[in-house]
């Protein structure tokens, strides 16, 4: 292949698929002033505003006070915001269950999505709830930082109804996504040997 077109050939392609980077969004501090806990088949949510589109979501992160090591009664659950003006509504992924380690205490617990889910945001905001199975305070509850202010983005599923909750918390909910996960353009190699 002469030099310059396989020069151009690197470059088209720089140029036209856009970098991955894997990302974590959070709005809390990382200090757990509180512990919040919900009846069960409850849930507590944050809504996730994308840095830039389209953003694949590739796991969830959540600092939870572990009361029983090895626990299964809390759920993932993700969620699009095409409810009612921007609340939650179509169910993009789970509830699944989340496990916690053999151990007890306060940690962050990340639950990655598995690579067949591919939920790729191209608008718009989403949601990551932290579900309640278990009776409070004897399997797991979910961190809240008292320290930061986004009320806009707590949300709190009670009796079949989302609403906005504790307004002077942050659920330590967290998201890791990908961005510039789709090209810009595709270009096959026939396609660029015509060019020349």
Sequence with gaps: MPRRLLFLFVLLVAIDIAAAEDIEIG??????????????????AVRFTPLTYPMK?????????????????????????????????TTLYGPTPLMVPAATGRMWIEFSLPDTSNIVISAGDFYVAYVQHGVPFECTSLGLDTNTDEPARQWQYVDGEWGISYPISDFMIRAIVRTGIVPTKMISWGAIKSRY
């Design 27 to 44: 709005y809390d501090e990382g200090i757990a002033g509180a512990f919040a806990f919900q009846t069960l088949g409850s849930a507590n």
């Design 57 to 89: 979501i590739l796991s969830t992160k959540m600092f939870l006070e572990v009361y029983e090591a090895s626990c299964d009664s809390q759920s993932v659950w993700i969620l699009d915001d095409d409810g009612e003006e921007g609340q939650p509504g």
